[in-house]
C-alpha cells in the first residue's frame, strides 16, 4: 500500500496525488505507456491503474484508465481519472 501511494505522489500521476485531500481516503497505483511498435513515444498508449484505500487503509475501489495516443508516462490518463 505504501509503495502504490508513494508512487502516485511521486510519479507521473503525481497531478491526482491531492485528488482526495480531506477526506481521510488515499489514492496508490502505477501509470505506464507502450504497446504501439514502431509508433513514436509521444504517440504511445498510456495508461494508469491502481487502487483507493480507506481510512482504514484497506483497499476499497479499482482504478483504470487507459488513453490510445496519448504519449509519456499516463500523466493525462491519470489526470482522467481525477475528473
Known sequence: MAAAIDTVKRGCARGIAGALNDTGWA????TGTGGRPG???EQQ?????GLVFDR???A???VATFVTGDGLEGGD???IWRL
Open 27 to 30: 489514492m496508490g497505483g502505477k
Open 39 to 41: 509508433v513514436p513515444m
Open 45 to 49: 498508449d498510456a495508461w494508469l491503474a
Open 56 to 58: 482504514e487503509g484497506k
Open 60 to 62: 476499497r475501489y479499482t
Open 77 to 79: 490518463a491519470a489526470v
